[in-house]
């Protein structure tokens, strides 16, 4: 009954182990939810009252599939401030999240026999996308501390390479790609002419240093890049679903045409409310990446005394990936199985390695309150000393 794409589509392993912790929060079950990569933030105040103000002022009309010309200069704008690029607002899309502008940059850009280099550990939703478009995800294994080197992609890299996906600072490592390797790396792309989909959405969460916009390196590796971002991670706006892409004008109006036939447009009020947040008052985003920036060295601090676990420390994002090879082969074999018995019986939701096609591993997010970390880290220590 079903096409064969479907068939073997994966759903995210992250959502489904979110929906299982908030079942269990729902049934008054205690528990602490570090799965999901969501900050725990409200929108902040001026954002909200922008939208307060759209659906007064009746946005409630289709807008233009790309979304509208005031959102688009507004992310012109705030690329220009902070990314050192320059984009007309026809070069820029705006969709309902950068997740599904990744489906639509894969789908525009990918074909049956290309393939995509995807560093690895990757967010699973990548590679699950890259194969929708028929094409084929090739794994690129780093090992810690996650470091992507331009001598790493030169191994993987064969005739059928069209893609290279980047996120930095990626989800799950946190890592960072260096500026000078980011350079080779822009260097290799144009020696090949490859295209780079850079997945940023968490370029302002970094704690080690800055984040640096491949496409801002030189001409030629612009027009060979899609820069996709969005607003969910850095103004606490993941329900909004808005994300944005900006590349060449050809790639773009592709982009469009089949924007316009899959969703028309992102939802106008949070288009709206997204021209506040890229370009009003950015004091809230300094106190969150603090606050975040915290938590961080408490989870580091925290880790860093439990022997049977090891770790790189992330740069960025919010998440710590972290090696649980010293327990396994004891009572439990896998990553997998290990994470559902820290939910069953600790009632601490993590993510297991192998949803980002790294066993051995788990994920946690410290986009959780103080509290909440105090007693996961107490949690997990006690499953520890279980398994
Ligand atoms: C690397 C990466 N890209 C994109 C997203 C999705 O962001 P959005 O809410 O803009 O779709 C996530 C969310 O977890 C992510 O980790």
Known sequence: MFAK???????????????????????????????????DFQTPENIKKAAHRAIDEDYSFYTAPEGMIEVREAIAKKLFRDNKLVY??????????????????????????????????????????????????????????FKLTATAIKKVITPKTKVLLLNSPSNPTGAMIDSRELKKIADFVVEHNLLIITDEIYEKLTYTQKHISIASLNDQVKKQTI??????????????????????????EKMKALQSQLLSHATAIAQVATIEALNGDQKSLEIMRKAFAKRRTFCIKELAKVK?????????????FISIEKLLGKKYNTATVWA?????????????????????????????SDEDLKEAMKRIKKFITKS
Request: charged share 20%; glycine share 8%.
């Open 340 to 368: 559902e018995a820290l939910l069953d019986e600790e009632k601490v939701a993590v993510v297991p390695g192998e949803a980002f096609f790294y066993p051995g591993y788990f994920r946690m997010s410290y986009a959780a």
């Open 88 to 145: 007309d607002p026809t070069e820029i899309i705006v969709g309902s999240g950068s997740k599904q502008l990744l489906y639509t940059a894969f789908q525009v850009l990918c074909d049956k026999g290309d393939e995509v280099i995807i560093p690895v550990p990757a967010w699973n939703t990548f590679v699950e996308q890259v194969k929708l478009a028929g094409s084929k995800p090739v794994f690129l294994y780093l090992k810690p501390p």
């Open 308 to 320: 049977e676990l090891s770790f790189t420390e992330p740069e960025g994002a919010f998440y710590v």
């Open 5 to 39: 794409r479907i068939i073997k589509l994966l759903p995210s392993p992250t959502i489904a182990i979110d929906v299982k912790a908030k079942a269990f929060k729902r049934q008054g079950i205690p528990v602490i939810n570090l799965s999901v990569g969501e900050p």
């Open 227 to 252: 820069t996709i971002n969005g607003v969910s991670k850095a103004y606490a706006m993941t329900g909004w679903r808005i994300g944005y892409a900006a590349g060449s004008k050809e790639i773009i």
